[in-house]
């Protein structure tokens, strides 16, 4: 190692890089294929409402100019949006940059983060990259937060909490009920994190609620993406809710202009849409449904689902199996490092169009691998 190299900590050495999905435009080189299919980020099928895409053309001639570093016009709105006061909101380059704050802030060198195993694997990296201890819970058997193992997990070292809900890669959600009793054993100085990016399209009547919560924790942070339902991933913007305490908090260790002008302008348009984002939790719904029921026909096991993605079970024998898809044109993102089976994978719900042309892949390199 170099001289360079020796001065790094040893955490920052064993990091492993995140490994996104892989790009649709690098499958499409490496195998020629004439349609590819990327059903592996968890990204919503169809693009920006058309209102979105009229305001970043706007928006366009005056990108020689900062952006609002007070976010004004976004917080104003999202404010109005959620019931709350611009102060009790933060926004971020994607809800990503915001769990960085939160680590930053809230952690110490050896200090405790407790999350669930297998959740949303940028935790456990932001955890180890400041040289915190993080502390993996594993799921309950039903693949849900065990949450009374997690507030068993709290001791004096602990300062954030991770509660992926609905969890992502598993789409389980845990209820008001398991939240509010874990929320009363949590030590009013441990930051709790509900990490809610999967929110507009949870149909489940029991799901918490952040704004009955925050009544009684001044300690409890909800985490929002707009790169799920309203469709901006690729612009990066994502928010917190919190209370003012906390939010005055991160605001200290954010960047100026942390949220791009054109993510901005479209966050803005984007909320704006109340009826056509509620018809994207209805049709999502139904494409999940029929995803997982043409899955279970298959011969595979669906864990159900408030997200727009499934946890499956591929039959036995299904060793190799993302290779084969790739080779089909099919991007899922395979689970076998989450500590999951071999044939286990994440999907998220196409186009109706897409969904097809995944079933018949995987239709087809089933039947080959029920023959090897
Ligand atoms: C997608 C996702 C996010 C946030 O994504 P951004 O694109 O950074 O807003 C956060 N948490 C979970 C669990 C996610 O799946």
Same mark, same amino acid.
């Given at each position: 190692m170099s001289a360079i190299g020796d001065r790094v900590s040893p955490e920052i050495h064993a990091l492993n890089p995140y490994q996104?999905?892989?790009?649709?435009?690098?499958?499409?080189?490496?195998? %020629? /294929?004439?349609?590819?299919?990327?059903?592996?980020?968890?990204?919503?099928?169809? %693009?920006?409402?058309?209102?979105?895409?009229?305001?970043? &053309?706007?928006?366009?001639?005056?990108?020689?100019?900062?952006?609002?570093?007070?976010?004004?016009?976004? %917080?104003?709105?999202?404010?109005? *949006?959620?019931?709350?006061?611009?102060?009790?909101?933060?926004?971020?380059? %994607?809800?990503?940059?915001?769990?960085?704050?939160?680590? *930053? #802030?809230?952690? !110490?060198?050896?200090?405790?983060?407790?999350?669930?195993?297998?959740?949303?694997?940028?935790?456990? /990296?932001?955890?180890?990259? *400041?040289?915190?201890?993080?502390v993996p819970v594993p799921l309950d058997e039903n693949h849900v937060h065990d949450l009374e193992a997690m507030a068993a997990a709290i001791t004096s070292r602990t300062r954030l909490v991770f509660v992926c809900n609905p969890n992502?890669?598993?789409?389980?959600? @845990?209820?008001?009920?398991?939240?509010?009793?874990?929320?009363?054993?949590?030590?009013?100085? @441990?930051?709790? #994190?509900?990490? !809610?990016?999967?929110?507009?399209?949870?149909?489940?009547?029991?799901?918490?609620?952040? *704004?009955?919560?925050?009544?009684?924790?001044?300690?409890?942070?909800?985490?929002?993406?707009?790169?799920?339902?309203? &469709?901006?991933?690729?612009?990066?913007?994502?928010?917190?809710?919190?209370?003012?305490?906390?939010?005055?908090?991160?605001?200290?260790?954010?960047?100026?202009?942390? @949220?791009?002008?054109l993510a901005q302008v479209a966050a803005v348009a984007a909320l704006a849409q109340r009826e056509r984002t509620a018809e994207r939790r209805v049709v999502t719904r139904r494409r999940v449904d029929h995803l997982g029921e043409k899955l279970v026909e298959l011969g595979c096991k669906v864990v159900p689902s408030q997200t727009n993605f499934l946890l499956v079970f591929a039959p036995e024998r299904s060793l190799g199996l993302f290779d084969r898809l790739l080779r089909e044109g099919v991007i899922v993102r395979p689970m076998h490092h989450f500590g999951l089976d071999e044939g286990s994978f994440r999907v998220n719900v196409g186009t109706e169009d897409e969904n097809e042309f995944f079933l018949n892949a995987l239709s087809r390199v089933l039947a080959v691998s029920d023959t090897v």
């Open positions: 996104p999905g892989k790009p649709i435009e690098e499958l499409q080189r490496e195998l %020629g /294929l004439p349609r590819v299919v990327k059903l592996a980020s968890n990204e919503y099928p169809e %693009g920006p409402f058309p209102e979105v895409l009229e305001a970043l &053309s706007r928006e366009m001639a005056i990108l020689n100019r900062y952006p609002d570093p007070t976010w004004f016009e976004l %917080g104003t709105a999202m404010a109005s *949006h959620q019931g709350l006061k611009r102060e009790e909101l933060l926004f971020g380059n %994607g809800a990503n940059e915001i769990l960085e704050l939160l680590l *930053h #802030v809230f952690t !110490e060198p050896k200090d405790e983060v407790v999350y669930a195993n297998p959740s949303f694997p940028i935790y456990r /990296l932001l955890t180890q990259s *400041h040289r915190a201890q993080g992502n890669p598993t789409g389980t959600y @845990v209820t008001a009920e398991a939240m509010a009793a874990f929320m009363a054993k949590v030590p009013a100085d @441990v930051v709790v #994190v509900l990490d !809610e990016a999967y929110f507009e399209f949870v149909t489940a009547k029991d799901f918490p609620s952040y *704004h009955t919560l925050r009544k009684t924790y001044p300690n409890l942070v909800c985490l929002r993406s707009m790169s799920k339902a309203y &469709s901006l991933a690729g612009l990066r913007v994502g928010y917190a809710m919190g209370s003012v305490e906390v939010i005055q908090l991160l605001q200290r260790v954010r960047q100026p202009f942390n @949220v791009n002008r």
